[in-house]
């Protein structure tokens, strides 16, 4: 038999709208109202102050470990800023700018992050899926309920964050690979910040980049710079628009980076180098979209002071609302209602052992 040749596959395309001096390709470049990209840049430095509060507290002792998200604002709200309310967000372990952009409570951000899971009470109407900590485990589901929307004809899409060594896990193959396969609504975004906890990139993958990794799948893929907020907005609402209309998935690889730790339990000074840091932060998402607003006359100094002292306030303003809700939670016994809608009886049984321990050991001590 002679030899031939597949057929030949399509290109991966690179997009890139605005460099880091804030120019930008006005063919290329998504068309935007001036005031959804100034409520796009206050929701990135709503993230950004948020980050830095959080890690305040969190050195002080009076939180847990998070995963900051500084550096990668724009990979989030570009993305999130393309779906509808009415769409799905399946977030990570990092997604606070994206869950904010969706209208999270910063006072149930800092519970959570306190240890409370009731920090991660969802609101009946929200179509958003909590925090997710195990990596990519979250991908099979964002798929399953693509597929209930595909079923169910709701022409609504869902969107799942990941970071590049989500790519390296089982989950994300087998959720590619159903999403393909059944042809559902889903947008998979994954934020390559370079580094999976101490791992690189290149010691993950051989492939030139990750986005080529939906060939295999049979569908889309496309990279985009992770700090070009309007570069992300773009691809995002094409893979928005091809998943509601055509009922096919994308990938959408952000090339960004962390410029922080992975979590605050890291020490990323001990297997990446400072020059690589800098290297980054003169790339900064928001100082780029500063730069061109600035540009285009829609923001100035004392508009930023202000939009920064607002943003100030209503983190403060928060943090006070949760200790307050914090302190009324002191029964250990609040942890068996987050279990099931209705209690099964094994947990009853549980609970019952559990509080009459609680009240024995109460009564010694009294």
Not at 43 to 64: H, I, P, W
Request: proline share 5%; charged share 30%.
């Amino acid at each position: 038999m002679p030899r031939a040749r597949m057929k030949e596959l399509e290109p991966i395309e690179i997009l890139s709208v605005l460099d880091e001096d804030g120019n930008f390709d006005k063919e290329l470049a998504p068309d935007i109202a001036d005031e959804k990209l100034i409520a796009i840049f206050r929701a990135m430095a709503k993230a950004r102050l948020f980050d830095e509060r959080l890690l305040n507290l969190q050195r002080q002792g009076k939180l847990g470990t998070f995963a900051p998200v500084r550096g990668q604002e724009a990979a989030q709200v570009g993305a999130v800023a393309a779906i509808e309310a009415s769409d799905w967000l399946v977030p990570s372990f990092r997604e606070t700018a994206a869950m904010l952009w969706r209208g999270a409570s910063l006072e149930d951000i800092f519970i959570f992050t306190a240890g409370y899971n009731e920090g991660l009470a969802i609101p009946d109407d929200s179509n958003d899926l909590p925090t997710c900590v195990p990596v990519a485990s979250q991908l099979p589901h964002a798929v399953g309920i693509a597929y209930a929307q595909k079923y169910r004809q709701t022409g609504s899409v869902v969107m799942a964050f990941f970071g590049d060594g989500a790519t390296s896990e089982g989950d994300f193959h087998e959720a590619l690979n159903f999403a393909g396969v059944f042809e559902v609504p889903v947008v998979f975004v994954c934020q390559n910040n370079q580094w999976a906890i101490s791992v690189p990139r290149a010691k993950q993958t051989r492939a030139h980049s990750l986005a080529q990794k939906a060939i295999a799948y049979g569908f889309p893929g496309i990279q985009v710079d992770g700090n070009d907020v309007l570069a992300v907005l773009k691809a995002a609402r094409d893979a928005v628009t091809r998943a509601r209309e055509d009922c096919l998935p994308t990938l959408i690889e952000c090339v960004t980076y962390r410029m922080g730790v992975h979590t605050t339990a890291d020490d990323p000074t001990v297997y990446r180098d400072e020059e690589e840091v800098e290297e980054w932060e003169d790339r900064d998402p928001i100082e780029r979209l500063r730069l061109h607003m600035r540009s285009r006359g829609l923001l100035d100094d004392k508009a930023e002071d202000a939009m920064a002292e607002e943003l100030k306030d209503e983190i403060e303003s928060a943090w006070k609302s949760a200790r307050d809700t914090m302190e009324g939670l002191t029964d250990p016994s609040m942890m068996f209602d987050h279990l099931f809608a209705e209690p099964t009886t094994p947990l009853r049984a549980q609970r019952n052992a559990f509080e009459a321990l609680r009240d024995d050991r109460k009564a010694a001590n009294e």
